[in-house]
């Protein structure tokens, strides 16, 4: 758009008529103006924050509460409560197991102390009657019986040793499997992880958007809301292929929200992207045959108002001129050969003019030559 200060230019189109009896008596007509004169592109969008914290879904579970949208919440705030009937179910299960393995593990040590004990005796008498049978005091055979009651009790020590071992594994598979319950029972109360503002994610394809919302149950991993860092907002545009060589990183622009028409936020064109991509039509559903690329202007305001999903409309500041010659783009017609001219009104009569024309976009263009302060050009074409 081409903005003009209010102060400087009226602009009277279309109210001055010719009121002679020739052909052109019912066309509109507008003076050559003089003045500064902007050119902008303009084009509306979204905010969103350059920084923000994606709160994911941990589990599959029904949402039974959300915090509410556009609330500032603080660190540690509750964010977001899954159904969690079932992992409370499994959690007193688990507990229970754990006590379990753990009374087994003390009966096994137990029984594992008590058949020590009882090796080392076996063993203590066994070491003592080769003597007696040297000496003739018991026989050959009450040693042999002796020896292999010891290694019987050292068999049975083993047997015990394995058993407390799998009894100790026991109790540690209990107490994992009882973390995984509680673990997943905690994942039912999402918290805060830092302040910020709540926005909740979107779901489904360009057709059928729809945000998360209590009764839902999302897919584990899945978008549940995000915590923008408002104080680096940006405005998300499409530039039509047509104004794409106007534009270059850093170019000005000013920033206006539908929810504060009045205010003016500034800004400046950060990222353009490489690539085109054909628009989506809102009326049909479907993908059209124009080319647009996607346009970053970053806000260099930090201003609590700029909240991530609000419309606005970014006034891209492509030139400005000092001091020039400007009529509406509607008064302006080329011949066959891209040539510009107007048609100009002098003395009651009207008379083509070849005229050399500067930028211009869809309501204003600049004049280089051909036509001077204060003529009157028609803004419909004459008829033959």
């Keep these: 758009m081409l903005l003009l200060p209010a102060a400087i230019l009226v602009f009277t189109v279309g109210s001055t008529m010719l009121f002679s009896e020739n052909r052109e008596a019912s066309i509109p007509l507008a003076k050559v103006k003089r003045a500064k004169v902007t050119i902008k592109i303009t084009e509306t969008g979204e905010l969103r ?10 589990t ?14 603080a660190a540690g705030d509750t964010l977001v409560k899954f159904e969690s009937t079932k992992y409370e179910i499994a959690r007193d299960d688990g507990q229970s197991a754990v006590l379990m393995a753990r009374a087994d593990l003390t009966k096994a040590f137990g029984d594992f102390e008590a058949q020590q004990l009882k090796e080392a005796a076996a063993r203590k008498e066994y070491e003592l009657l080769p003597e007696l049978a040297k000496k003739g005091y018991i026989t050959e055979q009450e040693v042999e019986q002796a020896r292999l009651t010891h290694n019987e009790e050292k068999s049975k020590t083993r047997s015990q040793q394995a058993a407390m071992q799998a009894a100790k594994a026991q109790v540690e598979r209990a107490q994992q499997l009882l973390a995984q319950q509680e673990r997943k029972l905690r994942q039912g109360v999402v918290l805060a992880p830092r302040e910020g503002l709540v926005v909740y994610a979107t779901i489904g394809d360009e057709e059928n958007r729809k945000k998360i919302s209590v009764g839902m149950s999302p897919l584990e991993g899945m978008d549940l809301l995000y915590l923008p860092d408002v104080s680096s907002m940006l405005v998300d545009l499409q530039v039509s292929e047509v104004d794409l060589a106007k534009l270059k990183v850093g170019l000005p622009a000013e920033v206006r929200l539908d929810a504060y028409p009045d205010e003016v936020f500034k800004g400046e064109i950060s990222v353009i992207a490489d690539l085109a991509k054909r628009k989506f039509n809102l009326m049909t559903g479907k993908l059209g045959g124009a080319k647009i690329f996607d346009v970053t202007v970053r806000v260099l305001a930090r201003d609590l108002r700029l909240k991530p999903g609000l419309t606005a409309t970014a006034d891209i500041i492509v030139n400005e001129y000092d001091n020039v010659l400007y009529i509406p783009v509607e008064s302006v017609f080329f011949d066959s050969q891209r040539q510009s001219f107007v048609h100009v009104r002098q003395g009651g009569k009207v008379a083509p003019r070849t005229i050399s024309i500067g930028e211009s976009n869809d309501r204003y263009v600049v004049i280089k030559e051909g036509l001077q302060e204060g003529e009157e050009v028609l803004l419909r074409r004459p008829k033959a």
């Design 49 to 58: 924050a350059l920084e923000q914290v994606t709160i994911s879904a941990a």
């Design 60 to 73: 599959d579970k029904q949402i039974l509460w959300l915090a509410p949208e556009g609330k500032w919440v």
